[in-house]
């Protein structure tokens, strides 16, 4: 299994990203998918999760009202769109598959056991 992020890079203060996690070796229809972030110096924190359902929790107080997740099951991929970017959104994200089916989202990283290496998300002020 082998997750792929993408859709990282460097934005204005204000601006908006799509990240996409790619995922192969493992048909996401069954399994919850989330994006952590983890800036340098602190702890990775969970972002957002998206259940093996469709449905939709975002974790992270900063984030809520700002972003989304949503997947595609025909491309094996799920999105995150995050508006209104700030500089302490800047951090590494990446996302993860809790490859047990069914089973539910959660915020502790240690549920999740296939990791992509992250995309590097940069917002300048």
């Known amino acids: 299994v082998q997750l792929v992020e993408s859709g990282g890079g460097l934005v204005q203060l204000g601006g908006s990203l799509r990240l996409s996690c790619t995922v192969s070796?493992?048909?996401?229809?069954?399994?919850?998918i989330a994006w952590f972030r983890q800036a340098p110096g602190e702890e990775r924190e969970a972002i957002s999760c998206n259940h093996w359902n469709g449905q939709s929790t975002i974790y992270l107080d900063s984030m809520k009202g700002r972003a989304t997740i949503s997947r595609d099951n025909d491309k094996n991929t799920v999105h995150t769109q995050m508006n209104s970017l700030r500089p302490e959104d800047t951090a590494m994200y990446y996302c993860?598959?809790?490859?047990?089916?069914?089973?539910?989202?959660?915020?502790?990283?240690?549920?999740?056991?296939?990791w992509g290496r992250g995309t590097q998300v940069t917002v300048s002020s």
């Open positions: 070796g493992l048909s996401i229809d069954y399994y919850a």
């Open positions: 993860a598959v809790r490859s047990v089916r069914f089973a539910g989202c959660g915020v502790s990283s240690e549920l999740y056991n296939v």
